[in-house]
């Protein structure tokens, strides 16, 4: 009897002791530490159903929302005075800074890493980059400046002046197939165009004019420029007349693009354009103070940066109750801004990366924002870093008739599951377990006759059914 009346003793000591030391935890510590063991499984699947560079489940037009906001007005490191052009360079987001007379570097997060430091330029208006060469357009000093990688200036095009070769108040730069250099020249009404080398034993590297031989084209104050690849053309807006033109290669004139504002009534003022992988046009509009976004037959698919592109906002727009609207006007209609964070005043540079993020220079407002179009890409990052409530909400806006919207479905049970694992209670675990049984159930269903073959997902998503059968 004594020697198990010992081990009686010693156990009732042992849980004594345990409940002790557990009382000395705080609540909210305990339930981390139970979070943490319990999050440590999340699964991610790796597929070939998804690429993130050409994500399959874009939208169009008012599916863009504001996802980030880099800068404010002022002088300091990470701040602009009139913020004028941008483009990505090697994962880095450049800004030409106009006001200030610099070009700052940031990451893809809006955190700012630099000023560029680039020897002669004075005044920048433009920053590009060619075949491994950057072109930074200086309007104070009239030039075109060319670095190599290791910012060592090895070309200047052009200078003050008139003349042939020469500039005033150069704008844009941009460089055809063939290598060749064309400025647009704002003050000369005129489009220089340059070689990289000097040839035909000429003393500097101008080429020719576009319009040089041809008296019936008239620019007015040229400005964006645009080589378009897959159509062989160059694209100029002409500030003068409000209009985007377009060019051969030889400088032959083609017209105007196709006319992109079908609406007489409205007034368009292009400030810059951009096309991107899928040959959507983009266009910076002063008058509407958005970036009117058009498809390639020049079908409009909406217009970003305004308030009013979220659905709720038209709903609240008809209504004669002020009070309403007021309250709308404070809740979050982006998954981390308030709506109106959207509106843009005069926005000028544009770039669109290759996940179709919509980079925007906001001149009146002193800012950049970028405008995200990708839903998927945005839900996984939550799901990653175990926000499953955020990454359900934006897993839910893709696009259901897109084919792949398995994948959807699929991560849409993974994050029902694995909050029914964090539920305290039995109630609310057993909701959560319901939710990713449907969503399961239907992906084990679509396999069973054959429309979904990934066999990573079959079997995972099996897996976890049997897991949440039993609750049901």
């Given at each position: 009897m004594r020697p198990l009346m010992y081990v009686l003793l010693c156990f009732l000591f042992l849980i004594l002791n345990i409940n002790l030391h557990c009382e000395d935890l705080p609540l909210h510590s305990m339930l981390d530490t139970r979070m943490q063991r319990k999050i440590e499984s999340v699964v991610l699947v790796k597929t070939?159903?998804?690429?993130?560079?050409?994500d399959n489940f874009r939208g169009n037009g008012g599916d863009y929302?504001?996802?980030l906001i880099i800068g404010g007005r002022g002088n300091s490191p990470g701040q602009f005075l009139l913020p004028i052009d941008l483009t990505l360079i090697e994962n880095e987001?450049?800004?030409?800074?106009?006001?200030?007379?610099?070009?700052?570097?940031f990451d893809r997060q809006g955190q700012y890493q630099r000023i560029l430091e680039l020897p002669e330029v004075n005044q920048p208006v433009q920053i590009r980059i060619f075949n491994n060469y950057i072109y930074v357009v200086d309007k104070k000093s009239s030039a075109v400046y060319v670095y190599d990688k290791n910012h060592k200036l090895v070309r200047t095009l052009g200078e003050q002046g008139v003349r042939k070769g020469q500039l005033n108040s150069p704008g844009s730069v941009a460089l055809d197939d063939r290598g060749l250099i064309w400025v647009s020249d704002e003050n000369n009404n005129r489009i220089e165009v340059f070689t990289f080398d000097k040839m035909f034993s000429k003393e500097t590297e101008y080429f020719m004019n576009i319009g040089e031989y041809q008296p019936n084209v008239y620019l007015r104050s040229p400005k964006g420029l645009l080589w378009v690849d897959h159509k062989k053309q160059m694209f100029a807006i002409d500030s003068g007349t409000a209009r985007i033109l377009k060019f051969d290669k030889n400088g032959n004139y083609l017209g105007p693009v196709q006319d992109y504002t079908q609406d007489k009534s409205k007034v368009f003022m292009p400030q810059s354009i951009f096309v991107d992988s899928y040959n959507n046009l983009y266009v910076a509009d002063h008058m509407s103070h958005r970036v009117l976004k058009y498809g390639v037959e020049g079908n409009a698919l909406g217009e970003i940066g305004y308030s009013g592109q979220y659905s709720s906002v038209h709903a609240a727009e008809s209504t004669s109750d002020n009070d309403l609207w007021k309250s709308?006007?404070?809740t979050p209609q982006t998954s981390y801004?308030?709506?109106?964070?959207?509106?843009?005043s005069f926005p000028q540079g544009i770039y669109v990366d290759k996940g179709g993020d919509v980079y925007v220079c906001d001149w009146g407002n002193n800012r950049v924002k970028k405008f995200s179009l990708s839903f998927f890409r945005k839900a996984l990052k939550f799901y990653k870093d175990f926000e499953f409530d955020k990454a359900i909400e934006n897993f839910k806006k893709c696009d259901p008739s897109n084919s792949k919207y398995q994948l959807v479905e699929f991560y849409l049970a993974m994050c029902h599951y694995y909050l029914g694992q964090l539920a305290a209670s039995f109630e609310a675990k057993l909701e959560q377990y319901r939710l990713a049984f449907g969503y399961l159930q239907g992906l084990k269903l679509k396999s069973e006759i054959g429309k979904f073959r990934n066999d990573e997902i079959r079997d995972l998503s099996l897996y976890y059914l049997s897991r949440v059968r039993s609750y049901q």
């Open positions: 070939e159903d998804y690429d993130q560079n050409y929302e504001l996802e987001v450049y800004v030409v800074d106009f006001g200030n007379q610099r070009i700052q570097v709308l006007r404070k801004f308030l709506f109106e964070d959207s509106e843009m």
